[in-house]
């Protein structure tokens, strides 16, 4: 299915569902990393480190974008979502010059989920031993004084850079917003401000997940921009968007904390929820149901399809 605007819609949507499926094995699983025998106890990593709620949307914005701009430059302002940012390195290759051993197969698969928040292995944030990384993802707030940065003097740059909702309420990401008007010249590259409203943090809210629509628009013109809401789930208006950019255009991105995963556990809502952030299934290692819980969750995504199409078309 083709969306009228050059790009193929069911690449995009499977590309999501690849990221999505390796983002949850990144965090839980050390073994039996394509289930193939039914999930057990010792499958599940020892301490369960990394946060889950806000890589579906990270996926989102990343496969869109490199569907319709592959030479773009991605920065990451929530790097927490470390596992989604390194699904999507994986996929295209781009983790391969730098870790010889993440090879588009099973022992590629393998390699980067076992060594995911894991002893000498990688950090469960993004961090300079990322390829493409230059902000660092313990940090909020700095990711679009960043991507100014990267596009000062590059009027051939593309760069899109996604900031978080939460990140988005820190001073340094508001200050930054005047940047457009400073940097607004054919000497410089463009650069795609991209808010991801997902609604919450760690454990509340965010102010601007709870903001109106209108109250976000007016916002954003104020400092120069034209601003786009845009359903995140829905990827042929997502294109439409980005295949109607201009240099001033600012998205604002609208998906469900933790989309795809667990939607309750013990009475408590997960998805749709600052319940979403870190690990929504904190037990796996040791309670039966929350073992049961995972192990549908990842068969959701239909994860054996998907890799034989990408070790395919390797």
Known sequence: MNSGWDVDIDKITRRIRFC????????????NFLLERPLQFTDIKPRLLGHWGSCPG??????????????????????????ALQANLFYD????PYYPLATPNQQGIEYICKQFSWPYGFPSHASPMTPGVVAEGGELGYSLASAYGAALGRPDKFVAVLIGDGEFETATALASLN????????ANGQV???LHLNGYKISAPTIYGRSSERELLQLLRGFGYEPVMVDGLDTTAFQQVLSALTPRSFIL???PK?????????????ADNCASHQVPLPKAKTDPAQLAMLEAWLKAYEFEELFHEFTANR
Do not use: W
């Open 179 to 186: 940047l457009n008007k400073l940097l607004n010249s054919r």
């Open 93 to 96: 290759g781009d983790l391969l």
């Open 20 to 31: 999505n499926y390796l983002s949850v094995a990144q965090i839980f699983l050390q073994d």
């Open 253 to 255: 991105l609208r998906t």
């Open 192 to 194: 795609l401000p991209i």
């Open 258 to 270: 933790g989309y795809s995963g667990p939607q309750e556990l013990d009475g408590t809502k997960i």
């Open 58 to 83: 990270i996926n989102i914005a990343y496969a869109n974008l490199k569907e319709r701009f592959p030479q773009m430059q991605f920065i990451l302002g929530p790097g927490h979502g470390y596992p």
